[in-house]
């Protein structure tokens, strides 16, 4: 009978023993994950078996350790998704501002071009009807304001194609990081569905 009972309290310890690894395993993977997680450092089953001085296949048989990981790993997915998303709005509207900036420009130089264009064509309608009535010295004025008006008219016509090109410069870098967001998004996908 004491022959018996020597194997099987072996077998108790040797089990203890063995629970005792695998809850100081779960412990040292726990511990790892929460500093990855801090950290912000990519977490693969290889990184956090090297780590917590796990075998991967530790990892992999014990569901408490596979659970770990997993939420893990989608909590950092989280964060990175969520970081990338805040730093592409803040992109977005950072071009979007600029963008609207320059329409808005773009709006009020075409609107002061039209009122000089307006006031030259009255003007020039004015000399027209009423030069046998005016002296040389209001012809000589309404030219020098007419040049005037006509090197406005120049001046803000070169800004608003300097104000154009800038809108269209702002709608491709938009465009372009609309594109980069759709690359970035399919990577993230492909990356979720390879882990």
């Known amino acids: 009978m004491t022959g018996s009972r020597v194997p099987h ?3 108790a310890q040797a089990l203890q023993a063995r ?5 100081a395993g779960l412990d040292r993977v726990k511990d790892v994950l929460e500093e990855m997680i801090k950290r912000r450092s990519p977490i693969t089953v290889a990184a956090v078996a090297r780590a917590s001085d796990v075998s991967r296949t530790f990892l992999y048989e014990h569901p408490a350790a596979r659970m770990m990981v997993r939420e893990a790993m989608s909590r950092a997915a989280g964060r990175r998704a969520q970081s ?14 600029r963008a609207l900036n320059a ?6 130089a075409n609107t002061e071009i039209l009122a000089q264009r307006e006031q030259i064509a009255e003007l020039l309608g004015q000399i027209r009807d009423l030069r046998s009535e005016w002296t040389q010295e209001d012809i000589a004025r309404i030219v020098t304001d007419n040049g005037a008006l006509r ?20 709608r491709q870098n938009l465009r372009f ?6 690359e970035l998004e399919a990577q993230v996908v492909e990356q979720s569905e390879v882990i």
């Open 84 to 97: 990338r998303q805040a730093d592409q709005e803040e992109l977005e509207a950072s071009w979007r501002e």
């Open 19 to 23: 629970q005792q690894k695998t809850e």
């Open 177 to 182: 990081t609309d594109k980069r967001l759709a």
């Open 9 to 11: 309290a072996r077998t």
């Open 103 to 108: 329409e808005a420009a773009l709006k009020a």
């Open 151 to 170: 090197r406005q008219v120049r001046d803000l016509s070169t800004e608003n194609k300097s104000l154009a090109s800038k809108l269209s410069a702002a």
